[in-house]
């Protein structure tokens, strides 16, 4: 993206709209002077004025030298970025190669989603690839379902990854989740926030997302085209 114009004013904090104050998580300035990026409370992108009084929903594109540049993209690309860079890799599931990392995918995932399981089939042969698959939870069903509850077992088991194997492949777990709850429902506010909305979704190290499953061979071309 180009440079930002100006820095965001101090009262884009909470904006209303219809007579609804309504809260903004998240105001960032862009290439146009007096136009911000708001990111609301709901989740909902809007671009605003310095007084909230104007405002543009859609996409915000760049006619550059080489074509349309989707800023409003890159600008959720760098949102995923910096959100999961905040993380702490002690809270996700990780499967690392037995040698040199090469790259990193984010997968948000639910152990009762069979794609999940498709794809977590096909961990080993990404792992010898070099890249590293990190799991956050993201119980399709909410988080107080049967699959929010297992997956509160998998983030409690004294081997995650032996036991995110073992969830996938039908077993019955024994470590009890309940010290784990609080994680997994950050974990599905997170994908929420970054725009998942089923599983399996991957997150690559652009921060750009990929819905569903695909596989190895498709993974690793597009994990080089965004690199």
Partial sequence: MAVAADEPPDGLERLTINGTEVAVRDARSTPIEGLYRLRLESGEVVFSDAQGRYMLVGDLYENGPGGLVNLSRQAENQERREALASLDEDDMVIFRPAGEIKSTLTVFTDTSCPYCHKLHAEVPELNQRGIAVRYLAFPR??????????????????????????????EELSASGSACVAQIERDYELGKRLGVQGTPAVVFPDGSIVPGYLPVDQLTQLIDARS
């Fill in 141 to 170: 069903a909410g988080e107080n379902s049967p699959g929010a509850r297992q997956l509160a077992q998998v983030w409690c088991s004294d081997n995650r990854s032996e036991a995110m194997s073992a969830a996938v492949r039908g």
